[in-house]
Nanobody
Framework: VQLQASGGGLVQAGGSLRLSCAAS????????MGWFRQAPGKEREFVAV????????YYAGSVKGRFTISRDNAKNTVYLQMNSLKPEDTAVYYC?????????????????WGQGTQVTVSS
């Protein structure tokens, strides 16, 4: 499956952004979808994951309550709604996918990756 992330940009602290990740090539609804991020000088970290149906989600503690992951299988797209953004949310955000039965948060368990989209939050 090929993944294309979009929606990044520059936003002030407290603002919102919605990232999108469009999938193509294979049956989108077979895949669990996740978002990761990587800030300059830091390792890539898990942000959120959603099951193939959208019924199960899991978030990193740093974003829980502020970010929402969702998907539209009819549009082959997964979203990350980011509210109450903080400067520490600044990073390149990546979408990723895997086939499985359980929620995963390790990047090494994801098989497919999109290119990143830059999110910059100014203070």
């Amino acid at each position: 499956v090929q993944l294309q992330a979009s929606g990044g940009g520059l936003v002030q602290a407290g603002g919102s952004l919605r990232l999108s990740c469009a999938a193509s090539g294979r049956t989108f609804s077979n895949y669990f979808m996740g978002w990761f991020r990587q800030a300059p000088g830091k390792e890539r970290e898990f942000v959120a994951v959603v099951s193939w149906s959208g019924g199960r989600t899991y978030y990193a503690g740093s974003v829980k309550g502020r970010f929402t992951i969702s998907r539209d299988n009819a549009k082959n797209t997964v979203y990350l709604q980011m509210n109450s953004l903080k400067p520490e949310d600044t990073a390149v955000y990546y979408c990723a996918a895997y086939e499985g039965l359980e929620l995963r948060y390790s990047q090494y368990q994801y098989n497919y990756w999109g290119q990143g989209t830059q999110v910059t939050v100014s203070s």
